[in-house]
């Protein structure tokens, strides 16, 4: 049997296992955040960012920074209808409503025309979710928030490394939120960071991340109010420090197996990938191809074809609008047609090229069946 090919794994060298072992031995009592101040740090150094505050999930950076900005009973956040659930989540346990709009047919983001159509006297905030490192278009995006006084946030959990015009991907709006769970090109196992330049949100969602304790409250276990605990362990953040000083290369090797995928496939007809536009970077975290429809090509038979192969290929998003908890009915054609005929392809920073020629030749013999 061939040997097994994973969609995704880490990159782990001696360093993360030296600052880990080191956290575990000695971070402890009044060492137990070094490693999170360290890590805080330096991930605001490398987004250039104000602050910066490290948790447990993406998920738990959103929820905060949202309940920050006072998202609650009968608002609206307006978000494109493919996403993974974690990004409505947050809205939802919030009691706001997230209200879908359909993606670009090229970026796989939001499109900002249905964005503006969709705002109503109870829109609260747009999400733009950098899908799979490719970016959404940001200048029109925060003219739009800007036009109508709503915040944008950015959804970055899978955009580190990618870059629009000259600004990281999650710089740009009010705040923004990162993962670092074990599929990600940078990882701490699980883990996130909520950042942003607004000095007042800083200190809200620093305060909602200990329970409720601001920083300045004198008196101990003493919460000014009700608050999360979403905090990244010590651990977690040594193997984050050791991963974001080798962020640029974990990224250039992601973006080598984007460009190799790319190189193997454009002799062929039928499918796109993940778009580079002028003036931006896509930091490739998940090479992704949609076959044309003329091809027939379906989602099903990708997942069987590759199984057959002994090759992981990770399926595209659902629209979160065909999901039996978001009730109502939408018109997104887009968001409903493209994962029908998509597949995300290995890129474990690891892959070789003979690995990667595999995947490749299951392509072809889809195409050509």
Request: hydrophobic content about 40%; glycine content about 8%.
């Amino acid at each position: 049997m061939k040997s097994r090919i994973h969609y995704t794994k880490p990159s782990i060298t001696e360093l993360e296992v030296r600052y880990a072992t080191d956290a575990a031995a000695n971070g402890w009592g009044e060492k137990c955040y070094e490693y999170i101040n360290r890590f805080e740090e330096a991930f605001k150094d490398h987004l250039d960012v104000k602050y910066a505050i490290a948790t447990s999930s993406c998920t738990g950076a959103l929820h905060m920074g949202m309940a920050a900005l006072g998202i609650g009973p009968g608002d609206e956040v307006i978000m494109a209808d493919i996403n993974w659930i974690a990004t409505a989540s947050p809205i939802v346990h919030l009691g706001a409503k997230p209200v879908f709009v359909d993606i670009l047919p090229d970026s796989w983001c939001l499109d900002p025309k249905l964005v503006e159509e969709a705002i109503t006297p109870n829109t609260k905030a747009i999400v733009a979710v950098h899908l799979y490192g490719n970016l959404c278009e940001m200048d029109k995006l925060l003219a739009i928030g800007e036009k109508h006084s709503i915040p944008v946030i950015e959804d970055a959990a899978e955009a580190i490394g990618s870059i629009y015009h000259g600004k990281r991907a999650g710089s740009m709006g009010k705040f923004g939120a990162f993962s670092f769970h074990g599929t990600k090109t940078l990882t701490t196992g699980e883990g996130g960071i909520f950042v942003t330049n607004d000095a007042v949100l800083y200190e809200h969602v620093l305060t909602l991340s200990n329970h409720g304790r601001a920083r300045g409250q004198t008196k101990q276990f003493w919460p000014d109010m009700v608050g999360f605990k979403y905090k990244m362990s010590n651990i977690q953040a040594a193997i984050g420090c050791a991963q974001i000083e080798r962020a640029d290369e974990l990224t250039r090797r992601k973006r080598e197996i984007l460009s190799y995928y790319r190189s193997r496939l454009e002799i062929f007809s039928g499918l796109s990938m993940n778009p580079e536009p002028v003036d931006t970077v896509n930091g490739a975290w998940m090479p992704t191809i949609v076959f044309d429809q003329q091809t027939g090509v379906t989602r099903e038979e990708l997942q069987n074809t590759f199984a057959e192969e002994n090759i992981d290929a990770r399926v595209f998003f659902h629209p979160l609008s065909s999901l039996p908890m978001f009730e109502g009915k939408i018109y997104t054609p887009v968001s409903s047609d493209i994962p029908a005929r998509a597949i995300n392809l290995p890129s474990f920073h690891d892959i070789s090229k003979t690995e990667q020629d595999r995947v490749v030749n299951v392509i072809e013999s889809i195409l050509n069946d």
